[in-house]
């Protein structure tokens, strides 16, 4: 069965940057969409980045682009969250979902697979 294990979390100062990693296992993935979402209090999930597994073609929420990138790592079978120019609305947990298709989508409802999360905070 296919499992998502996020880390990487924490507390960070405004203006600071954090790396989330999602260690995925259960299969291959060649054909799967690995996204990151985030939930703050009180808020629906929301999409922040995706990437295809089998190339590099990515997406991004407008909230995140040119502050966030998603890369993954074939070999160890990880997907990455790099996040820079934190602000205190980026915090929120962090999910990492996996969807099997080709298509990148950003809906939460398209993905299959989802991780525990891992908390973010930053601070003002």
């Known amino acids: 069965q296919v499992q998502l294990v996020e880390s990487g979390g924490g507390l960070v100062q405004t203006g600071g940057s954090l790396r989330l990693s999602c260690a995925a296992s259960?299969?291959?993935?060649?054909?799967?969409?690995m996204g990151w979402f985030r939930q703050a209090p009180g808020k629906e999930r929301e999409f922040v980045a995706a990437?295809?597994?089998?190339?590099?073609?990515?997406y991004y929420a407008d909230s995140v682009r040119g502050r966030f990138t998603i890369s993954r790592d074939n070999a160890k079978n990880k997907v990455y969250l790099q996040m820079n120019s934190l602000k205190p609305e980026d915090t929120a947990v962090y999910y990492c979902a996996a969807r099997f298709g080709a298509v990148i989508i950003t809906t939460r409802e398209a993905y299959q697979t989802w991780g525990q999360g891992t908390q973010v905070t930053v601070s003002a």
């Open positions: 259960g299969r291959t993935f060649n054909d799967y969409v």
């Open positions: 990437i295809r597994w089998s190339s590099t073609t990515t």
